[in-house]
């Protein structure tokens, strides 16, 4: 099993739907995890940290179920600007680096 | 405030030559990741850095790739000499401590291609 796997998609929404994410990871003793959000030809950028149950920031929120070792990104009202691909990441075994999923890809239309 | 700095942002090669990629991480930062990304593996991490120590190189794929970090802030990737698979996208990040609450840092990147 991969350190950390997530639903390639891609997913295609149309603008103002909810669209979720789930991640999971293989190190149960991770602390915490982040998503990240990548547009095309650019660098990673934090989206949002989950360090407990869950964070919530405006139209995002993540979650984290430690029990089935998942965590989830829900993006309420879609906007264009979503469209990116999403990573997700957890920290190592020695809890000194981020291994990334591969990304879930999201496409938002008019 | 510079972020992580990385050179050059695009490289073309022909296989068989020497590449080296360089960054420069955040000041202050202790720690100094290199990442390799591809459409088929997604981002990899190559090794890492704390305090200018090597701690973790075991995803570097070959001896053909050499890291190496003089000071706190520089830090070179090498491969020699280059095949077409390596082609991909050469990420460094930086981060202030260890720890798991910590947010990485990332350049804008190299893109390397292989011919």
């Known amino acids: 099993r991969k350190e950390v796997e997530q639903d390639p998609g891609p997913f295609n929404v149309p603008e103002g739907a909810t669209v979720a994410f789930n991640c999971t990871y293989s190190n149960s003793a991770s602390q915490s995890f982040f998503w990240y959000r990548q547009d095309c030809r650019k660098e990673p950028k934090l989206l949002m940290s989950?360090?407990?149950s869950g964070n919530e920031d405006g139209r995002f929120t993540a979650q984290l179920n430690r029990a089935s070792q998942y965590i989830s990104l829900l993006i309420r009202d879609s906007k264009l600007s979503d469209s990116a691909t999403y990573l997700c990441a957890a920290y190592n075994q020695a809890g000194t680096a981020l291994i990334f999923g591969k990304g879930t890809t999201l496409s938002v239309s008019s | 405030d510079a972020g992580v700095i990385q050179s050059p942002r695009h490289e073309v090669t022909e296989m068989g030559q020497e590449v080296t990629l360089r960054c420069k991480p955040i000041?202050?930062?202790?720690?100094l990741f290199w990442y390799r990304q591809t459409m088929m593996r997604g981002l990899e991490l190559l090794i890492y850095f704390n305090n200018n120590v090597p701690i973790d190189d075991s995803g570097m794929p070959e001896d053909r790739f050499s890291a190496k970090m003089p000071n706190a802030s520089f830090s070179t990737l090498k491969i020699q000499p280059s095949e077409p698979r390596d082609s991909a996208v050469y990420f460094c990040?930086?981060?202030?401590?260890?720890?798991?609450?910590?947010?990485?840092?990332f350049g804008p990147g190299t893109r390397l291609t292989v011919l």
């Open positions: 989950v360090y407990s």
């Open positions: 000041s202050g930062h202790d720690y």
């Open positions: 990040a930086s981060i202030p401590t260890s720890g798991s609450y910590n947010e990485q840092f």
